[in-house]
Nanobody, 119 residues
Framework: QVQLVESGGGLVQPGGSLRLSCAAS????????MGWYRQAPGKERELVAV???????YYGDSVKGRFTISRDNAKNTVYLQMNSLKPEDTADYFC?????????????WGQGTQVTVSS
């Protein structure tokens, strides 16, 4: 299968910044969409941002103008730059991607990385 390894979460004060990374590994032929989702305690998982293979980006309304998603296709890695963080951004952040690998199509989720915004 295709595995995703996330990094970059942690504790940050309101107004601060964090950068999340997610690297995909395995016998990957191609990756389509790469994205980030988040889930706060007691809430449903929601879209944060996605980037297509063509470089088009889409953001959840609550993060527009503050977060930036990017990808490095050579490294099969997606990044999420989070600026002007707010306490309501506190959640577990999950990486997601899909594409094709040596056994066919895949869709994979990362294990999650915790982001806490608090003073």
């Amino acid at each position: 299968q295709v595995q995703l390894v996330e990094s970059g979460g942690g504790l940050v004060q309101p107004g601060g910044s964090l950068r999340l990374s997610c690297a995909a590994s395995g016998s990957i032929f191609s990756i389509n969409t790469m994205g980030w989702y988040r889930q706060a305690p007691g809430k449903e998982r929601e879209l944060v941002a996605v980037v297509t293979s063509g470089g088009n980006t889409y953001y959840g309304d609550s993060v527009k103008g503050r977060f930036t998603i990017s990808r490095d296709n050579a490294k099969n890695t997606v990044y999420l730059q989070m600026n002007s963080l707010k306490p309501e951004d506190t959640a577990d952040y999950f990486c997601h991607t899909n594409g094709t690998y040596n056994y066919g199509k895949f869709t994979s989720w990362g294990q999650g990385t915790q982001v806490t915004v608090s003073s």
